[in-house]
């Protein structure tokens, strides 16, 4: 694969889409993508169009949706296009093993993807407070869904954290401005050698 793939992922309101904009002018261009996606599924999951569904069903249909972008994902890389991608595997597993509660569980949300996805060269976690990031939806005027909810989300907050750990996501404090956020990340990219594509 000749283009890079950097993932964002973060709790609600943590400043994702302004990063991925960022990080895309920085790299003079890359393309912008996000999950749930547009695809049948991601817009039901969206809509709420499956009603009140048990969380295992929830978290397959992530998966799912997430397979299929995955292939999307490739073509492009395969190109030499550089794919920014708001939300990836991180998510099913910090807000569905949310919803479930227990650590069987999460084993199982990372298993039950691990071939329908791919190791992304980077991925940064926007880390911060829930209480802070719900401020910042709120005052985007935008309705509480049933996901933005403080308790949810510091569980969420917990899991993406232990999930850094193990799968080597860069953790930066996004309760910084914007600019000194994604000025952090790209010191990170030099870092790594994820540099302009020529
Ligand atoms: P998103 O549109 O990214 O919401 P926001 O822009 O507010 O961050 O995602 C919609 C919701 O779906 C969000 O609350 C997180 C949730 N979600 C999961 O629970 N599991 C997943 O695998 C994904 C991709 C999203």
Redesign the pocket.
Known sequence: MKGKFIVIEGI?GSG?TTLARRIAEAVGGAELT???TRGAIGQAL?SGAYGDIPPAAEALL?AADRAIHTEEIKKKLDSGVWVIC??YLG??VA??SASFGDAADWDWLLSMQSKSVITPDLTILLDMDPEASLGRVNSRGEEL?R??KLDFLRKVREAYLRLADILDYEVVDASEPPDAVAEKVLKIMEGKGLHAPQ
């Open positions: 609600d994702k996000f999950e749930p969206r992530f708001d939300r998510s099913t807000y569905q869904s996901f933005e």
